[in-house]
């Protein structure tokens, strides 16, 4: 291979690798506020502020305060209102929220946890 014709691959191989590793702009996803209440035996309900850029939610209860045992996780659409049922009644039950984006090259960027709410399960 000549020097000349070295250049010329380097340099389409420069190109394209600039071309494919072109970063998205950072969107930042608020924290969500959450409420927390029980209105019915064994039932618990959560509401959160919608945040536009999300394209949904996961929420995460716990009977632990520091959600390192009995810890249950589930994923939401664009919803902000949710009804958890089957939970055990006189006990102390502990949520959080976070948004979820998809980007365009399909990794989930997640945003910062809400503060941990509490609620006695009626």
Known sequence: MS???YYVVLLYVLLVMSVSYQTEA???????????????KGQVSLV????SHCSGYQV???TDKSF???TRSRTY???????????????????????IKKSS??????????????????
């Open 77 to 99: 659409g664009k919803i902000n209102k949710v009804t958890v049922t089957d939970l055990q009644s006189q006990k102390t039950y502990y949520a959080k929220v976070r948004g």
């Open 105 to 122: 090259n399909g990794k989930k960027i997640y945003g910062k946890y809400s503060n941990v709410k509490k609620c006695k399960i009626k």
């Open 26 to 40: 950072a969107t930042v996803l608020i924290k969500q506020s959450l409420t927390m209440s029980s209105s019915k």
């Open 48 to 51: 959160w502020k919608k945040d």
């Open 3 to 5: 020097k000349k014709s």
């Open 68 to 70: 390192a045992k009995n």
């Open 60 to 62: 995460v209860m716990s």
